[in-house]
């Protein structure tokens, strides 16, 4: 834990993750469905 504290630059965790957060990301979403049943509409029986 010492070699951590002493590598550490800040003790305020917000601050330093507010760096890298952008808000809402425009390539983020839902992840997509590899299954062959999202890809391909279920058949219908008739």
Avoid: N
């Avoid at 330093?16 to 952008?22: A, G, I, K, Q, T």
Wanted: overall charge negative; proline content about 7%; glycine content about 6%.
């Amino acid at each position: 834990m010492k070699e951590v504290e002493m590598r550490r630059k800040t003790k305020d965790f917000h601050a330093v993750l507010s760096r890298y957060d952008f808000g809402e990301l425009i390539e983020a979403g839902p992840a997509g469905c590899d299954s062959d049943k999202c890809m391909m509409p279920e058949p219908t029986l008739m």
